[in-house]
T-cell receptor, first 112, second 111 residues
């Protein structure tokens, strides 16, 4: 079974703090994604990576950065957290040979 | 760009059949996926259609009409555990390996 884990299920941070969300997968998938999920808006792509040290912007990259130093690990960084970044953050993986994305359990981030 | 539309909510009773529609607009359609997400859980993959027609997997079926830019998820013999949100997602060849997700449909199954 593919396993995608995220570093925290719940996180509370203050405005202006630097926040790190980490995602780890154990299936050697090339592609990794960070989404945020908000009610009525579905899942929106923040950043994705198709290989180590490679990253591409998604639909809503502003205020975020990412890092992929190892194939199994993809980190999302909020350089200076703001209240409008309060959301559910979901990590996902995908092998290039397939169409099935595997999602982590999500991190519910609250910025106060 | 891409856009997808789904009904926001659907309600049905146990044992019934329900259809969740998804219409999309995209310049380089490649395939349509469906995901299920229970409250507090992660989205899980249900189906993928790249060609027109119906794909059946147990109680769930997914249909695609590329000419109409339309698909649906059909859930039969509804069970209480089917209460969840359902998302369609389009794979666009102009968008690399990425999927664009619809806003989701909340299905409530009543006893």
């Amino acid at each position: 079974d593919v396993k995608v884990t995220q570093s925290s299920r719940y996180l509370v941070k203050r405005t202006g703090e630097k926040v790190f969300l980490e995602c780890v997968q154990d299936m050697d998938h090339e592609n990794m994604f960070w989404y945020r999920q908000d009610p009525g808006l579905g899942l929106r792509l923040i950043y994705f990576s198709y290989d180590v040290k490679m990253k591409e912007k998604g639909d809503i990259p502003e205020g975020y950065s990412v890092s992929r130093e190892k194939k199994e690990r993809f980190s999302l960084i909020l350089e200076s957290a703001s209240t409008n970044q309060t959301s559910m953050y979901l990590c996902a993986t995908l092998t290039s040979l397939s169409y099935e994305q595997y999602f982590g359990p999500g991190t519910r981030l609250t910025v106060t | 760009g891409q856009s997808l539309e789904q009904p926001s909510e659907v309600t049905a009773v146990e044992g019934a059949i329900v259809q969740i529609n998804c219409t999309y607009q995209t310049s380089g359609f490649y395939g349509l996926s469906w995901y299920q997400q229970h409250d507090g859980g992660a989205p899980t993959f249900l189906s993928y259609n790249a060609l027109d027609g119906l794909e059946e997997t147990g109680r769930f079926s997914s249909f695609l009409s590329r000419s109409d830019s339309y698909g649906y998820l059909l859930l039969q013999e509804l069970q209480m555990k089917d209460s969840a949100s359902y998302f369609c997602a389009v794979r666009d060849r102009n968008y690399g390996q990425n999927f664009v997700f619809g806003p989701g449909t909340r299905l409530s199954v009543l006893p």
